[in-house]
């Protein structure tokens, strides 16, 4: 659980520094989406190699952008903070102090699992860890960090129900047997 929120809160460098989201689409969301995303696409890699999808599975939940989760991250954010909360979460993750942090607790999930690191765990300075330091004693960063309001059960109902319609495109029911296909 402190892994997926860690994820949610430092997924937002990498997505600050990727092109931009659909309109009206917060870096908060985007975060809260790519971590989604990240979970989902990781635990279809472990499915595949023990041999429960297909390659072509795989395939899919591998090609799978983080637009998918846009929609419903951003309802969970815009429930959980207020525009201007919003704001000030947003304003970090774009700071390169932010998009450190976000990398950082992105790539947590890799090391969480057991799982070999697509890159190096950023390092941070002592200037940098004073940032993090200072957004995480804000409200906001302490809602996000501390108080974990993106890690809600709805939220994660959320989250889970667009999981879920994703594992149905990406891996369809088989038909039983004796049953027309």
Do not use: W
């Amino acid at each position: 659980m402190l892994v997926r929120s860690a994820l949610a809160v430092c997924a937002a460098a990498l997505l600050a520094t990727a092109a931009g989201p659909a309109a009206a689409v917060s870096v908060t969301a985007e975060v809260t989406a790519e971590s989604a995303l990240l979970g989902l696409k990781l635990a279809a890699r472990q499915s595949a190699a023990r041999g429960t999808l297909t390659a072509a599975q795989n395939a899919c939940f591998q090609a799978l952008a983080a637009s998918e989760y846009f929609e419903a991250a951003e309802q969970i954010v815009s429930a959980a903070l207020s525009p201007a909360e919003v704001a000030a979460a947003d304003s970090f993750f774009t700071s390169a102090p932010g998009r450190k942090y976000a990398l950082h607790g992105l790539l947590g999930l890799y090391v969480a699992l057991n799982l070999k690191t697509p890159e190096p765990l950023p390092r941070f300075t002592a200037e940098e860890i004073q940032a993090i330091e200072a957004f995480t004693a804000t409200p906001v960063g302490e809602a996000l960090v501390k108080r974990q309001v993106l890690e809600s059960p709805a939220a994660r109902s959320a989250l889970d129900a667009q999981s879920q319609a994703l594992v149905k495109r990406c891996k369809p029911p088989t038909p039983k047997a004796g049953t027309p296909g």
